[in-house]
């Protein structure tokens, strides 16, 4: 009895030749993993510069004229409302989602600190 061996589709490969996948080391920190300080100033950070540019829109979204119920009048007021409002919610949706890892939170502090005073004094300018 004779053996036949199969022929290769590619000779130059050898016959146990396997496909190595290599993964990315993962060398991000967890959130459970953040130092209490920095998640502590990026959250409070983060969300006063959130809510001064909430409340930035929400100031510049409200109609020109006296009462809500004269934005059927000027098609312009009604445009700015309702842009207004699909801001506000998308700002607030975005209020909550906190960052997924250290360099999140510590952008958060870097921005943090050279934004925040800027948006409040435009908050303050605009109220």
Not at 19 to 40: F, G, M, Y
Not at 71 to 95: K, T
Not at 96 to 107: I, V
Request: glycine share 4%; aromatic share 10%; proline share 8%.
């Amino acid at each position: 009895m004779k053996v036949i061996e199969r022929e290769r589709p590619y000779p130059w490969r050898p016959a146990t030749h396997k496909k190595l996948v290599e993964s990315p080391p993962d060398a991000t920190l967890t959130r459970n993993d953040v130092p209490l300080h920095l998640r502590i100033a990026g959250i409070v950070l983060r969300t006063i510069f959130v809510t001064a540019l909430l409340v930035i829109t929400i100031r510049v979204a409200t109609p020109q004229s006296e009462t809500f119920w004269s934005l059927l009048d000027s098609p312009g007021d009604l445009i700015r409302v309702v842009l207004g409002f699909i801001a506000c919610i998308w700002i607030v949706a975005h209020l909550f989602m906190l960052p997924k890892d250290a360099e999140g939170y510590r952008t958060w502090v870097y921005l943090g600190l050279a934004l925040v005073p800027l948006a409040l004094a435009c908050a303050i300018a605009v109220w």
